[in-house]
């Protein structure tokens, strides 16, 4: 859906920043250009979302992305503050004893970390080579169909 | 014939017999059954209409979008939220469940007879319909070809401890494990609906018109005389054409959320509120073991085996290997070192589920903007039912030679010992500690013989609305414990023998 639309840009840096933290790549792993590709498969799905859960979401990720000044941490957007206090204002989220920031912190990890979870470079890191699987099981169960007609 | 929307350039309006709404487990058997006792039937879907061929690829993300409502996004609201699933597509969640057939159980079936008034639900009178449908989807038994060392290890910890363990029922041709069923069966050896049953209503002449979501069913009195929708294009979301359907007989097949979310929508009250309430869902948590021994479990068949010792209790254990992508929705951890754990643990560990056959119950809303919403409150036997589950997985896990298990549990997410299952019980968790999901959703227009207590009668019809049925697991009066797409569709399949064999009744 929507294939020429993107995020909005701060939604983009947004996800961008929280990336660097859900999946730091480790050191013999390069993941360069992986915040481009994330961004472009989370505008697919959240432009396919209906609009109620679309525009909840992108509003949810503003509060979120202005809210260090509730959590004590000054007039500043997340996106702005240094590395370490975008750790500790996420881990805020993440411990909170509300139960909908938890959730809503646990929902923004798994579609990040879902997007990025489909670079083929993290599939050949783990060990993951569903493409090959898939090719080689359609060709076994169609010898197996043919020798059960047989 | 299938129309899909790039195909349709004008309104629909047409006429026919019966009017089913959507393609799942209770549309596509009913829409069969009818065509082929030679009633004019088409049938609606709200998805899109995909082939074997289209399911593949290996973007996860790209199926989700596909083939799930809301892109999987679903949940519902309480203490805790619970992610649910809902296939939105031509085959409904039948096109990406595992595909396990389970009979209802005979105590199931009692229950029903006594609390419910079905008195011909027995288990007797029901196996004609059950052997028809596993007939059809071709139920039989795992293959040893798609066997796996997940299921294999799960196994061999549960017969280490005394567990029964069933050998899984699967509805297949030639499953040769390729692992893929939650984004769509890429060989077409899962026999969905979409494979098994759709291929047969369209044979006899059937009418599938898919991407249409049907708006409102209309009525006249106590008569329905047919369904309003329009064809949405799923590329933009936009309304491409309306769609006017006349018929005497509608059925709603659209799922525990979509069916009663529909009637309310339409104005179909019942006179006790009961449309939309009583919503049960399988809650299941997931427990995650590692292993030293290698496992590629995304190389072989999910739930092979189901350990059945703990039913009577309410609780089946089975592993469900899941894509990558999709573990980071289960595995919830993240920061520095999270990459080169998965690397570690990815191809050694078994992604397991329990099912928890709850006495919870929720409800379901619609909102404005044709948006629903479901609210479900865990009660504390299911809580404490579903702790118990985590404990005796993970104790099954260990006993398999586990080295640690990762629990879905706020505040202990790591055990590396048997010893350390009882933390489960030390540590003071309430309901919002839990993570769960579900993709069983049910109940929420039950059938039985009191109208006063019930939606729909022992046919699936509505007790006020001549001509209005409902087959979806919408009309279970409780959980059932076990997989329930079998059930649907052998209820399905005889509430259409009655619309066949009564039809002068409906259409005169």
Not at chain 2, 166 to 184: D, E, F, K, P, Y
Not at chain 2, 229 to 235: K, N
Request: charged letters at 20%.
């Amino acid at each position: 859906m929507h294939p020429e639309k993107s995020l909005p840009k701060d939604v983009q840096k947004l996800f961008s920043v929280l990336l660097q933290h859900f999946i730091p790549p480790p050191p013999d792993l390069n993941l360069d250009g992986i915040e481009r590709s994330i961004n472009h498969i989370l505008a697919r799905y959240i432009l396919a979302l209906s609009p109620l859960l679309r525009y909840g979401l992108l509003i949810l990720l503003k509060f979120f992305e202005w809210g260090p000044f509730f959590f004590g941490f000054g007039l500043i957007r997340f996106s702005n503050l240094n590395f370490n206090l975008q750790l500790k204002y996420i881990d805020k989220w993440n411990h909170s004893r509300v139960n909908q920031l938890r959730e809503f912190l646990n929902g923004v990890r798994g579609m990040i970390m879902a997007a990025a979870m489909m670079d083929k470079r993290i599939w050949e890191y783990v060990g993951y080579a569903p493409e090959e699987h898939i090719h080689e099981k359609i060709k076994q169960h169609e010898q197996l169909m043919s020798s059960m007609e047989v | 014939m299938i129309l899909t929307y790039d195909k349709i350039v004008k309104n629909i309006d047409e006429t026919c017999d019966v009017c089913v709404i959507g393609s799942g487990a209770g549309g596509a058997p009913m829409a069969k059954e009818l065509q082929e006792a030679g009633l004019s039937v088409i049938l609606l879907e709200e998805g899109s209409y995909y082939q074997t061929k289209d399911f593949r690829n290996s973007d996860t993300i790209e199926s989700l979008i596909k083939l799930y409502r809301e892109g999987g996004s679903t949940f519902t609201i309480g203490k805790p939220n619970i992610s649910y699933a809902e296939g939105r597509t031509v085959g409904g969640s039948t096109t990406i469940n595992g595909g396990i057939c389970w009979r209802t159980p005979d105590k199931i079936l009692k229950r029903w007879q006594w609390e419910n008034g079905l008195a011909d639900l027995t288990p007797k009178r029901m196996d004609y319909f059950f052997s028809r449908v596993e007939e059809i989807i071709s139920a039989k038994p795992v293959l040893s070809e798609s066997m796996n060392k997940d299921s294999e290890t799960l196994k061999k910890g549960a017969i280490k401890l005394g567990y029964e363990v069933r050998a899984n029922i699967r509805s297949h041709q030639a499953c040769v494990g390729t692992n893929q069923c939650l984004t769509g069966c890429p060989t077409g050896a899962k026999q969905s609906t979409l494979v098994s049953y759709i291929p047969l209503f369209l044979k006899k002449g059937g009418r599938l018109i898919a991407n249409c979501r049907v708006r409102k069913i209309k009525k006249s009195g106590h008569y329905v005389t047919g369904v309003k929708g329009v064809i949405i294009d799923p590329t933009t979301g936009k309304t491409k054409a309306h769609v006017r359907i006349r018929s005497k007989v509608v059925v709603a097949s659209c799922g525990a959320i979509q069916t009663p979310a529909l009637l309310l929508r339409s104005g179909i009250h019942d006179k006790k509120r009961l449309t939309g309430g009583n919503l049960f869902m399988h809650p299941n948590t997931k427990v995650i073991g590692v292993f030293d021994d290698p496992i590629y479990g995304w190389k072989g068949v999910n739930q092979a085996y189901q350990i059945t010792e703990f039913m009577g209790e309410g609780i089946i254990m089975a592993v469900n290997f899941i894509p990558l992508p999709i573990m980071a929705l289960a595995f919830p951890h993240y920061g520095k070192n999270y990459l080169s754990t998965v690397k570690e643990i990815y191809n050694h560990c078994i992604f397991g589920a329990a099912l928890i056959e709850d006495t919870s119950r929720g409800r379901v809303h619609n909102l404005p903007f044709d948006q629903t919403l479901a609210t479900y409150q865990l009660n504390q036997q299911d809580f404490h039912l579903a702790l118990r589950s985590i404990a005796l997985l993970s104790e099954v896990y260990f006993a398999a030679g586990a080295k640690r298990v990762y629990l879905p549990l706020r505040g202990l997410q790591e055990l590396h010992t048997i010893d350390d299952l009882r933390k489960i019980y030390e540590y003071r968790f309430s309901p919002v500690d839990l993570e769960l999901m579900t993709v069983h959703m049910m109940g929420t227009c039950q059938m039985g013989h009191d109208a006063s207590r019930s939606v729909v009668n022992q046919y699936g019809e509505h007790h006020e609305l001549r001509g209005l049925f409902v087959a979806d697991a919408s009309v279970f009066p409780t959980s059932i414990g076990v997989n329930p797409s079998e059930t649907i569709m052998a209820l399905s399949t005889r509430s259409a023998f009655h619309i066949a064999e009564n039809v002068s009744k409906y259409l005169e």
